[in-house]
Nanobody
Framework: QVQLVESGGGLVLAGGSLTLSCAAS????????GGWYRQAPGKQRELVAA???????NYADSVKGRFTISRDNAKSTVYLQMNSLKPEDTAIFYC?????????WGQGTQVTVSS
């Protein structure tokens, strides 16, 4: 059974930083693509960043230069370092892992950025 456990969300002032972590179990993480999505109230869930098993990354235009996704295969963990946070970054952030066309989701962690 695949489990994704997220941590690191919270309340931060605009301009501040947070790091999200997502620990995976029950899956060969090193062969998987890891990613972070977010969903703001009244909006659709959107991709924030993703990292392939080979380390290639892609980012939403809105977070380029501010967010960094990384992974530690030994810990089966994917991270999202978020800097220069803006109020419009406020959302529930979800971890996503894809392995052989199967999608797995974390429970979500709230990130709130106050101005």
């Amino acid at each position: 059974q695949v489990q994704l456990v997220e941590s690191g969300g919270g309340l931060v002032l605009a301009g501040g930083s947070l790091t999200l972590s997502c620990a995976a179990s029950g899956i060969i993480f090193s062969f998987s693509t890891g990613g972070w999505y977010r969903q703001a109230p009244g909006k659709q869930r959107e991709l924030v960043a993703a990292i392939t098993s080979g380390g290639s990354t892609n980012y939403a235009d809105s977070v380029k230069g501010r967010f960094t996704i990384s992974r530690d295969n030994a810990k089966s963990t994917v991270y999202l370092q978020m800097n220069s946070l803006k109020p419009e970054d406020t959302a529930i952030f979800y971890c996503n892992v894809v392995r052989r066309n199967s999608n797995y989701w974390g429970q979500g962690t709230q990130v709130t950025v106050s101005s």
